[in-house]
């Protein structure tokens, strides 16, 4: 049996306390140093795809870096940990964090900067808009319309601005939506 590790963080933190579970950058590149020294090689998503439907084969150990949000570290921290070692990451996006209203408006890449990241190989996939709990989202929108707009403005807003249909979605925070998945 083939079996693939996902890790997933925030990209990095230096100023938050211990509770927080900050990961510096000295300790991300302690851990993908250790994936590198076991073997592991990064698989992006539709590697993922397309081994599933036969039509591509692994690394004889996959290893999936997923990462939630379009933080400024990714560009700057996150990905060149990841490209000594020769490997590259999967970056799911919620849309919102790039409005100028936004409070994350700061920490967040320009478009450029994704741009930047998906020419150095990453993936891109979707996250929704404004991050809402999808089970509370669900259960209050019984025709699904605040869902489709989540998914749908999502998904238009990143072929806008990166030329790229996502076909991959990662729910947000721990919520679980059958809805959603549907
Ligand atoms: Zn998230």
């Not at 900050?22 to 590149?29: D, I, M, S, V, Y």
């Not at 140093?33 to 039509?55: C, K, P, T």
């Not at 967040?108 to 190989?121: F, I, P």
């Amino acid at each position: 049996m083939t079996r693939i590790p996902i890790t997933m963080c925030h990209g990095l933190s230096e100023d938050r306390g211990p509770a927080d579970f900050p990961l510096t950058a000295e300790h991300f590149e302690t851990l993908v140093a250790i994936a590198s020294e076991m073997g592991f090689a990064s698989i992006d998503y539709d590697d993922l795809d397309a081994w599933r439907n036969d039509n591509g084969l692994l690394p004889d150990r996959p290893i999936m870096f997923d990462f939630d949000h379009p933080e400024k570290s990714m560009r700057h921290g996150v990905h060149q940990i990841l490209q000594q070692h020769g490997h590259s990451g999967n970056l799911f996006i919620n849309t919102n964090w790039f409005d100028p209203e936004s409070p994350r408006h700061d920490h967040t890449m320009t478009w450029d900067e994704v741009h930047e990241l998906v020419d150095l190989g990453w993936h891109i996939g979707a996250h929704t808009v404004t991050h809402p709990n999808l089970s509370e989202l669900t259960a209050d929108d019984p025709d699904g319309s605040k869902l489709a707009w989540e998914l749908e403005t999502c998904d238009a807003t990143l072929n806008r601005e990166l030329g790229i249909v996502p076909k991959d979605f990662a729910f947000t925070g721990t919520s679980w939506s059958s809805e959603a998945e549907r």
